[in-house]
């Protein structure tokens, strides 16, 4: 980009100026000083490595004293923590502890497709029923259940055929009783079963939102690592097309906020197969967000004896250098798209399909983010503490120093699903609008 | 408030024939269980256990007699009330106890405390803190038997309070659905927290609740430990039998109240007497064992004396054992 495009719609506390890079400092300082009557330099100019998030200059406000500069220490000490109370003699006395460091999420990457490898064109339907029925080719344990899976073939016909290959043993038609049958499976699954529980969708596994957090997602941790629970819950997730707000509801802001769970939502036939088969081998429980509008959607699956691609790894896209759109799921229609016509504007956007929501790939997204200097996030969902308003978090927490423009998030609107079309259409995120904030953070 | 049931009136009258050995051992574990709870009350009044301690004081019987029916990979769940469940099943009070003052060697590391604790080599299965969320589990536990075709079953506990979750109703659909062999123990103590059952159940009966499943069910004198063994062989053999789900109420009674900081003032001390007087499990089988001259009274104070020493070194182990390591923050989350 032009340097003479650079814009700043930041606006910054001057009393918690951060360390920037030595331009941007310049520039700040600069403004700063016509904005403030003193300040006070904590870290002198000059000073190599200085941490980010070290106060570096203290400022003082309009009718603000000189003497609370006085007071002002940089804050490279580690603040005491509190010395908790020893509640009797007995007890050891609790040391003051720091919170060690949250391990870093690791995962390998996409397998090598060998060279020649045919290519199916099949839709994601096929491949999620696929993916289940080799896992279970695979593993005895491996059963599925929920309503209409089987006789029924599947609400949308995901599980067509189960039945048929497997019998009413492994594949398991349920009453409709999601509270039930989830911590049913949890049950199964807690004696060693690995069951794939279907909610005909996301929007009735509120019912079960207490099975799935409180019983699959913390055993493990409160069983001191003895007891967990191999599970996958699947069903489609968010917007299908005029069933109104309460079978519209995009969950993926929701699971992802809970540790001990696991949540993938794929955007593509191949990334839905080997992402299922992941998840359903994984020790944890996964919650695998699908989405109806998806499921007739074809793309080239790799014909493989066993294609399983890894759990929290995002993909690149599409590769570009002006603007990263960050989108999963349906949301990648929108971003690909949207992507398209940036290029005809002369925007060469990059999309990273995030696949797995928890873990975050959080380094594939810094690493875009580092070359272009621009993030945009697609979702369904709504905005308030969604999973895009995560995502410009650890971009401002990770990348600050890189950003030329603020995160933009373009996301469902902060209403019911309306069902009138117009209106529905209006709710929910669209082409139009991606473009438009990969513009706005372009400054074009 | 309305007046509650005056004794535990059982209608199965049968009470198992116990051998010599079997009233001693019940004995001994009934009153391994009230010596816990006695000295983890202690210990929390002390500071040295914290947040929520659910004591079982007065249950005893439930839990002892229900075990003695067990097999090898049965496998057992409860709700938050569970201390005396993982004593009988035969999990190391040092480790029990050590987790209700949350340090390293407690069962779970001292993360999961007073209401969650598991161990997979007794068949127990925790230890759930959710009201009735044990349930559609424990009911998972014997769609695993049931899918595996073993002879095992499960035997799932709650309380009269949990038996009003809708969940409860669910899982009873389901186990007689596809005859899942689970034994559902209503362990009814009167009290739902602090709400009597007459003010909460519209059918007070909980044995009738799975009778539009056409589960069968029966009440159970709670308080007498031969009872509940006869009771749940019925049950049992109907469930390994390949009949489906059985459901047992236990008419019982808890001395304490719901937890360390309920004064049960929704009650009075002469219905608490009167039970504890006239129907302590502990008691009647100290006076079953004399009268038929199973041990001597030195005997059974040479027993109460191991159990006292036991206890003690739960609590001792319990109180100098230390606190988890601060890397343990971060594990177990994901395996």
Redesign the interface.
């Known amino acids: 980009m032009p340097s003479g495009s650079r814009k700043r719609a930041t606006r910054s506390n001057p009393a918690t100026l951060l360390q920037k890079s030595k331009p941007t400092r310049r520039r700040w300082r600069s403004r700063l000083r016509t904005k403030a009557r003193s300040e006070k330099i904590l870290v002198p100019e000059g000073t190599a490595d200085v941490a980010v998030n070290t106060p570096i200059a203290v400022i003082l406000g309009e009718g603000e004293d000189k003497t609370a500069i006085k007071s002002s220490k940089p804050a490279t000490a580690p603040t005491k923590a509190q010395k908790p109370q020893a509640?009797?003699q007995?007890?050891?006395v609790?040391k003051p502890?720091?919170?060690?460091e949250?391990?870093a999420p690791q995962a390998a990457s996409d397998p090598d497709i060998p060279e020649g490898t045919e290519m199916v064109t099949m839709t994601m339907r096929e491949a999620l029923r696929d993916a289940m029925a080799e896992e279970m080719r695979r593993d005895k344990d491996v059963?599925v259940m929920g309503e209409e899976v089987a006789e029924y073939q599947g609400a949308y016909k995901v599980t067509q055929g189960l039945l048929q290959e497997f019998g009413a043993?492994r594949v398991i038609d349920?009453?409709i009783?999601e509270?039930?049958?989830?911590?049913?499976?949890?049950?199964?699954?807690?004696?060693?079963?690995k069951p794939i529980v279907e909610f005909m969708t996301f929007n009735f596994a509120m019912q079960a939102m207490?099975?799935l957090i409180?019983?699959a997602a913390k055993?493990?941790?409160?069983?001191?690592?003895?007891?967990?629970c191999q599970i996958v819950f699947r069903g489609p997730n968010g917007a299908a097309a005029r069933v109104a707000a309460q079978h519209s509801q995009d969950y993926s802001a929701w699971y992802s906020h809970i540790?001990?769970l696991?949540v993938i939502a794929p955007s593509t036939a191949a990334d839905a197969k080997g992402l299922l088969k992941a998840a359903i081998r994984d020790?944890?429980p996964v919650i695998f967000l699908e989405n109806e509008i998806l499921y007739g959607h074809s793309s080239p699956v790799p014909k493989l004896d066993d294609f399983v691609l890894p759990i929290g790894k995002a993909k690149i896209a599409r590769a570009g250098n002006d603007v990263t759109i960050i989108a999963w799921s349906v949301g990648m229609t929108y971003a690909l798209k949207a992507a398209e016509e940036l290029a005809s504007d002369g925007i060469d956007a990059e999309v990273i399909d995030l696949r797995t929501l928890k873990p975050m790939d959080t380094d594939t997204i810094l690493a875009s983010v580092q070359k272009t200097g621009r993030a945009v996030t697609v979702e369904e969902g709504w905005q308030q503490s969604g999973v895009g308003a995560e995502i410009a978090a650890r971009i401002a927490e990770h990348a600050f120093d890189n950003l030329d423009a603020p995160v933009a998030r373009v996301s469902g609107k902060e209403v019911p699903m309306p069902y009138a079309a117009n209106l529905e259409k209006l709710a929910l995120p669209s082409v139009a609008e991606v473009v438009e904030a990969a513009k706005a953070v372009c400054y074009r | 408030m309305a007046v509650a049931q005056k004794n535990p009136s059982a209608d199965v009258k049968s009470v198992a024939e116990f051998s010599k050995e079997q009233e001693l051992s019940s004995y001994r574990t009934m009153l391994v269980i009230r010596r816990f709870e006695e000295k983890a009350g202690q210990m929390y009044g002390m500071g040295l256990i914290g947040g929520f301690c659910h004591l079982y004081i007065g249950q005893e019987a439930v839990v002892v007699g229900m075990q003695m029916v067990l097999k090898e990979g049965d496998q057992v769940i409860t709700g938050y009330r569970d201390h005396g469940h993982m004593i009988a099943t035969g999990m190391d009070p040092k480790g029990v106890m050590a987790e209700l003052t949350g340090r390293a060697h407690g069962y779970s590391k001292g993360k999961g405390g007073s209401m969650h604790m598991f161990s997979v080599e007794k068949g127990f299965y925790g230890g759930h803190g959710i009201v009735g969320a044990q349930v559609p589990l424990g009911t998972g536990l014997a769609f695993a038997n049931h899918y595996r075709g073993n002879k095992n079953l499960s035997v799932t506990y709650f309380g009269d309070g949990a038996a009003n979750q809708g969940q409860v109703y669910e899982s009873f659909n389901m186990a007689e659905l596809w005859k899942l062999p689970v034994i559902y123990v209503i362990e009814n103590n009167r009290y739902a927290m602090g709400t009597s059952i007459t003010r909460s159940s519209a059918e007070v009966n909980l044995s009738r609740r799975g009778l539009s499943f056409n589960i069968p069910g029966d009440q159970v004198d709670g308080m007498d430990v031969r009872a509940v063994k006869a009771a749940g062989e019925k049950a049992a053999e109907w469930c390994r039998s390949g009949k489906g789900p059985y459901i047992l109420e236990m008419l019982t009674y808890r001395y304490r109240g719901h937890s360390m900081s309920d004064p049960a003032k929704y009650r009075t001390r002469e219905e608490v007497d009167e039970v504890r007087t006239h129907h302590d499990p502990i008691d009647m089988a100290r006076h079953r064992i004399l009268e038929k001259k199973f041990a001597s009274e030195d005997a059974l104070k040479k027993i109460d004396g191991e159990v006292r020493d036991l206890i003690n070194q739960a609590a001792e182990f319990a109180t100098h054992d230390p606190e988890p390591d601060v890397s343990e923050l971060y594990t177990d989350v994901y395996r």
């Open positions: 509640k009797t007995d007890a050891p609790s502890a720091k919170a060690p949250a391990p059963f043993k349920t009453p009783t509270h039930g049958f989830a911590g049913l499976g949890i049950g199964a699954a807690l004696a060693g079963l207490d099975q409180n019983s055993t493990l941790y409160m069983s001191g690592g003895q007891m967990g540790p001990g696991k020790l944890n």
